[in-house]
Structure formats: C-alpha cells, structure tokens
C-alpha cells in the first residue's frame, strides 16, 4: 500500500478504503510504505500524522501487516542539479539539521524483502541512509558532477513563500515544511535497512552514481 498524495484528511480516508478492500477480498499480508521523521512542528507535520494514524490502523485491520519508514527520496535533489547550478546553490532552510536520504532502487531492494518474507512481520522499519547535513550533500553533487554549488539557507518563513509562489499553496507548503522538519531534527534517525536487506545502506555518493548511470 503506497501512501497517497494529497490532503492529510483526505490520505487516511483513502487509505482506510485500501484496507477495507484488502480486508473483503482476502489478502492476507499489507505492506505499507510510510515515512521516516519525527511529527515535529512544521508545516510538514499534518502529513507526517496521516502517515501515523494509517500505520495504526493498518495494525489494527486483523491482517498480517509490516510498515517502511521511508527516508527522503534523493532523486529530487538530482533532477534540479542544472537549476542548482543556475541559481548557484542549493536554497532551502534546512539550517544545520540532518536529513536520511534514500533512493527509489534501495527502497525496491528494501520491499522486495518486506513482501517475500515473513521475517518482519508486524515490525516497523526505518529505510533510510546516513544523516547528511546540506552542505555534504552539495559536496557531493559537485563531485560526482563537477559542479561548484554551496548551500544558502533561507528562515522558514522566506522559504515557504518562495516555495508557495513557484508551487502553489498546498505544495509550496509541503515542500517548505519538509526543510523546515530537517532544520528541526526530525529527520535524522537511526536505520534499519541493513537488518531488511543484509548490507549497509548505500552512501550518498553512491546513490548519485547510481542516479547518473541510470539517466545515461
């Protein structure tokens, strides 16, 4: 069961519709694909809590059940290096927070084991690599691209209204408080994707390279 996009509200609702369906046509096992982070207080926290109240009622639904915490996808980052670059740096109000990036070829490798195995059942596993700060991460997009951008932060409140002017107010606000939740802490966590898969997480660098060869 891959989380839905939109409003908190309306996430959990269509989720609870997920379970009921699964319930009535005799699945046996959902494996749910959450987030990693603290609640927190952000303007990314609503959707954060919507992920929360899914998990317990995919917990409560009477099926076998297992839930990935997902950490930050990596792959947004990568498909804005040229805008990185036109801008001169990576903006955003991260501050000094960590952040447990992942990339969408981990995760697989991390469900394909949480769906074939029942090793896990009824646990909750944080997917996710090692907490960087911003500044490592441009450090590493200009060494696997040769480029030379540096991190600029923003106060909270300037990110989100730049964020709302280019993206709209439910997504400028979502994209806006997940920086916010990242300068806060919460989303530096500890990582259970060795114990799922059977090797450390790839490092940053290496989803980078990965994401290169992957684009061509």
């Excluded at 923003?154 to 990110?159: H, L």
């Amino acid at each position: 069961m891959v989380s839905a996009h939109g409003d908190p509200a309306l996430r959990i609702r269509m989720h609870r519709n997920i379970i009921e369906a699964a319930q009535t046509c005799g699945v046996r096992k959902i494996v749910y694909t959450s987030i990693s982070g603290a609640t927190g207080n952000s303007a990314f926290s609503p959707v954060v809590e919507s992920n929360r109240q899914s998990e317990k009622d995919v917990q409560s639904s009477g099926l076998e059940w297992v839930i990935g915490r997902n950490g930050i996808y990596i792959e947004p980052d990568l498909e804005y290096v040229d805008r990185y670059v036109e801008a001169g740096g990576i903006t955003n109000c991260a501050g000094e927070g960590k952040c447990g990036y992942t990339s969408r070829p981990e995760l697989a490798r991390a469900y394909t084991r949480l769906l074939t195995s029942d090793e896990f059942d009824s646990k909750t596993v944080e997917l996710l690599g090692l907490p960087v700060k911003q500044t490592e991460l441009a450090e590493a997009i200009n060494a696997a691209y040769g480029t030379q951008i540096k991190f600029q932060d923003m106060t909270p409140e300037d990110y989100r209204a730049e964020r709302v002017s280019e993206l709209g107010e439910f997504m400028g606000t979502v994209i806006a408080g997940i920086y916010e939740g990242i300068r806060q802490g919460n989303n530096d966590r500890p990582s259970d994707f060795e114990s799922v898969v059977g090797r450390s997480h790839k490092s940053l660098g290496e989803m980078i390279q990965e994401f290169r060869e992957a684009a061509g």
